[in-house]
Nanobody, 128 residues
């Protein structure tokens, strides 16, 4: 069982930066690929970024590529999402999630159904 708690959300002006953190409790954090998703008002939750269990590989949605960076510190049981050059359309509740632990070294789940554990979410609001 993995419990996830996000932090770092807030209000920022367009062009600004935020860093989200997701702290995990439970055992074997380093076995799980991790992902960030977001859900804007009136829209479905969407994949933002994912990272392999070791942290060696990552993958991004086209909408955030070049602006967001996902990373993890397995010694601290924490995954991060550095968000730069923020846009009003990045406004959403951001969720971190832990994926299936048996997918292999290069496995990055891209859809919700491949994630087993979810945090409660943190609000990010970007003003224009």
């Amino acid at each position: 069982q993995v419990q996830l708690v996000e932090s770092g959300g807030g209000l920022v002006q367009a062009g600004g930066s935020l860093r989200l953190s997701c702290a995990a409790s439970g055992r074997f954090f380093s076995r799980y690929p991790m992902g960030w998703f977001r859900q804007a008002p009136g829209k479905e939750r969407e994949f933002v970024a994912g990272i392999t269990s070791s942290g060696g590989e990552s993958y991004y949605a086209d909408s955030v590529k070049g602006r967001f960076t996902i990373s993890r510190d397995n010694a601290k049981n924490t995954v991060y999402l550095q968000m730069n050059s923020l846009k009003p359309e990045d406004t959403a509740v951001y969720y971190c999630a832990a994926g299936y632990s048996g997918g292999g070294y290069y496995y990055i789940p891209l859809v919700e159904s491949e994630y087993n554990y979810w945090g409660q979410g943190t609000q990010v609001t970007v003003s224009s």
